[in-house]
């Protein structure tokens, strides 16, 4: 009787150790802005997914395909189109730089500023299960931002070639995806 116990004690310790070590080398990878939105985008939940393809982040890779952008490009010294230069894409667009492995079925580079962009890559902490709870879906890759301002102008600044201000609060406004508060 002794002997089965530790014997189970002693399975159980591996499998614990092995998990662990399977959940380290567990890399997250983008799952697109669509798989998202299958759990974001009622009312209920806040419509994010709507009111960010409303927003020109949706836009911000095919900013990249236009004339204007070669144009900015090429004066200041790139040699090749804004949408296939580093220096553009690094606030332009998400997943340009990775690993195809690392990019999910629905991902779209062309999706430009994405949920993932700012969240993080998703495939570990989509599950629902995760996602209801904040703790572990941080632990999973989630990225929640408490200094909402300074992520924001870590993008919105002077290295922009078309900058001109960032007004926070304004800014907000045009892009905020709150869930409802229900009670
Ligand atoms: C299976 C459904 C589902 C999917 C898929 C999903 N989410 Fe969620 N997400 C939820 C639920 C449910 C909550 C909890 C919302 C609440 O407070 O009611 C949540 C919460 C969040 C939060 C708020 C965390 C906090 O507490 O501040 C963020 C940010 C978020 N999700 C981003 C994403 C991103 C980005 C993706 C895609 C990579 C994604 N979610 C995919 C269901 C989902
Ligand atoms: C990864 C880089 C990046 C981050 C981070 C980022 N943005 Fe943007 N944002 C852009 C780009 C690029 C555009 C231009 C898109 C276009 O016009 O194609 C843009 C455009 C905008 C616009 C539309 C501009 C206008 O004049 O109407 C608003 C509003 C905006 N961003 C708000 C924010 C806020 C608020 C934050 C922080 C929560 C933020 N952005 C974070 C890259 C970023
Ligand atoms: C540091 C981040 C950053 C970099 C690097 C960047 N952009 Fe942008 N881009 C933005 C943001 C933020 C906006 C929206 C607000 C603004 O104009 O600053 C934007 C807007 C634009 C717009 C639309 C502006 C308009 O008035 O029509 C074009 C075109 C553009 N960028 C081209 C480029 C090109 C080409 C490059 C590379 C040479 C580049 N960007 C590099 C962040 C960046
Ligand atoms: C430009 C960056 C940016 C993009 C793009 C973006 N978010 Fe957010 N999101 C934020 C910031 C900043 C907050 C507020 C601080 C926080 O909770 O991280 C936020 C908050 C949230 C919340 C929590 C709201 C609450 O009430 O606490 C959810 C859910 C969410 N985002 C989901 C999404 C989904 C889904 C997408 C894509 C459809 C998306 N976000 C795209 C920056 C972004």
Known sequence: MKHKLSFTLALALIILVSNSFAQDKKVNSFIGVEACGTCHKTEKQGKQLDIWKKSTHSQAYKTLQSEKADKIAADLGHKT????????????????NVDKALLGE???????VQCETCHGAGSNYKSLKVMKNRQESVANGL???EKTENFCTSCHNSESPTFKEFKFAEMWEKIKHEVPKTN
């Open 106 to 112: 629905k991902f779209k580079v062309e999706d430009g």
């Open 143 to 145: 990225i929640v931002h």
């Open 81 to 96: 189109p804004a949408a296939k230069t580093e220096a553009c894409l690094k606030c332009h667009a998400s997943g340009y």
